[in-house]
């Protein structure tokens, strides 16, 4: 948040979504060149990659991760890996400033003593896009999901328990982290197809860090 001390403020702002969901605009600003120099690092040793859904699509989103444990897919299934299966290398280990942040933002939301062992990366260029779907592979429902935007803007997709229920469209920027726990938790959520941009930080991209506690 915005304190008299810092030398630049950046403004920040704390919004609910709904039950167990906070929506933290701006919380990464000041953070996020520093964000993306340790992405452009993990993908040294973890390159970003298309993954195959098991009904056989490649994704449009190209993806990498850090931390204990790493979310892939393949023919056969999605599951969590401690082993990257395009290197057969551990993942690298998850930054500092990853932890640093996005434990001070499940704090802020409510969630004490956030302690995510896994962050997959995603990267968007013009027209990717992500489709509805749950993040249900996590062993331990009571963490939260956080989520930091880095680059070009996207609009969240965001409907309710069940995939019938109405897609509400939320626009997110650089340096904007949302939580999504408790209740919020299973939500439907995708993201729509990015448009095309430039972004000071990430040129033609946009990069979601979504923290999880898997096991
Ligand atoms: C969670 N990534 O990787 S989470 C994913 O922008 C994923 O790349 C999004 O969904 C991305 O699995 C960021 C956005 C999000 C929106 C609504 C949610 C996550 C949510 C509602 C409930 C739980
Ligand atoms: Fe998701």
Redesign the pocket.
């Known amino acids: 948040m915005t304190s008299l001390f810092d030398s630049h403020p950046v403004p920040c702002s704390r919004e609910r979504?709904e039950e167990g969901?906070v929506l933290l605009r701006g919380f990464a600003a000041t953070e996020a060149p520093l964000l993306v120099e340790e992405v452009e690092r993990i993908a040294q040793r973890a390159a970003f990659r298309h993954l195959v859904t098991p009904g056989g699509f490649t994704m449009s989103?190209a993806?990498t991760n850090c931390g204990r444990v790493g979310?892939v897919s393949d023919r056969s299934g999605y599951r969590y890996d401690v082993l990257d299966p395009d290197t057969g290398l551990s993942w690298p280990p998850m930054p500092e400033a990853f932890l640093d942040i996005a434990s001070r933002a499940a704090a802020e939301a409510g969630f004490a003593n956030y302690d995510p062992d896994a962050c997959?990366i995603?990267r968007?260029i013009a027209g990717a896009k992500?489709s509805l779907?749950?993040?249900r592979d996590e062993k331990d429902a009571s963490a939260?999901?956080v989520?930091v935007?880095l680059g070009l803007s996207?609009v969240?997709?965001?409907?309710g328990k069940h995939r019938s229920e109405p897609v509400r469209r939320?626009r997110?920027e650089n340096g904007d982290i949302?939580v999504?726990?408790g209740p919020?938790?299973?939500?439907?959520?995708?993201?729509a197809p990015l448009s095309d941009g430039q972004h000071v930080l990430t040129g033609n991209v946009?990069i979601?860090l979504?923290f999880r506690k898997v096991f």
């Open positions: 979504l969901a989103v993806m979310w997959l995603n968007y992500l779907h749950q993040d939260p999901i989520s935007s996207a969240f997709l965001w409907g939320l997110i949302a999504w726990g919020a938790r299973f939500a439907y959520h995708g993201v946009r979601n979504t």
